[in-house]
């Protein structure tokens, strides 16, 4: 290529010759891209020089460097770390709140069982003044015909809602179940024992409704020895 001498304004000067040839006409051989690039004059050719270079390629601005080979190698694998780990964290959260709702079904069953227990126990303890007119009316032979049918009903229904009658003449005294409205001592009795009773008492599951009302008598070596003494100082003497 054939130029003219930037010396004259007119390029009216000697010619300069640039050999851009890639190969040597002397030698046969490819040239070296390191002597093109060898352009004292910066023109377009050279290498990472000026500002026409194409978009992305080494040298020119915004060009992006090269990535490393290992970066492609490396990238699946973190991003699958990535993902595990949101995955671990998702289901610790699942599991989180299926065991909150657990709890929380727990416990409103729970709840609503003990409300139950609740309003049945209290529509039962007005029933109670009832069931031992049932029972005297019963001891004194007046239960027969219509009104024996509808108190053996009522008795039913309430055995079924769960309600248990108990105290008996022979039974232990337990202070949590029974209440004491006499005291004696006999000779009869190993221990305190009920005697007598007065009221019987009824339970709804584990829960007192109300506590048994009997006579308690205690073995006579429990006696107090004061009271024993009296009790010798009035026995007839023979």
């Keep these: 290529m054939t130029d003219r001498d930037p010396g004259s304004e007119f390029g ?22 390191a002597e093109q690039s060898a352009d004292p004059a910066g023109g377009p050719g050279a290498a990472g020089g000026g500002t026409s270079g194409r978009p992305g390629m080494p040298g020119t601005p915004g060009a992006q460097p090269p990535r490393d080979p290992s970066d492609l190698i490396a990238g699946p694998s973190a991003q699958e770390a990535l993902l595990t780990e949101a995955l671990a ?20 069953d729970r709840d609503r069982e003990t ?10 303890t007005e029933l109670l003044q009832t069931l031992d007119d049932i029972g005297r009316a019963r001891e004194a032979g007046e239960l027969e015909g219509a009104f024996k049918a509808v ?37 009869e009795v190993d221990g305190p024992t009920a005697t007598l009773v007065m009221q019987p008492g ?9 506590a048994a009302r009997v006579a308690v008598s205690e073995p006579t070596e429990q006696l107090p020895a004061e009271q024993a003494d009296a009790d010798e100082a009035d026995k007839p003497t023979e």
Excluded: W
């Excluded at 000067?13 to 040239?31: A, H």
């Excluded at 409300?115 to 039962?124: C, K, Q």
């Excluded at 009903?153 to 108990?166: A, D, I, M, P, Q």
């Design 202 to 210: 009824y339970r709804l599951g584990e829960r007192i409704l109300r």
């Design 115 to 124: 409300n139950r227990e609740l309003v049945i126990g209290s529509v039962l």
């Design 89 to 108: 964290e998702r289901t610790a959260d699942l599991q989180r709140l299926q065991a909150e709702y657990v709890n929380y079904k727990r416990r409103v």
């Design 151 to 187: 108190a053996e009903s009522v008795e039913r229904v309430t055995e079924k809602l769960g309600l248990t009658k108990y105290g008996e003449v022979g039974d232990p005294f337990d202070p949590r179940i029974h209440e004491a409205l006499l005291h004696n001592y006999s000779d």
């Design 12 to 33: 009216d000067g000697d010619p300069v010759v640039r050999d851009k040839r890639r190969i040597d006409p002397e030698t046969g051989n490819l040239r070296e891209p």
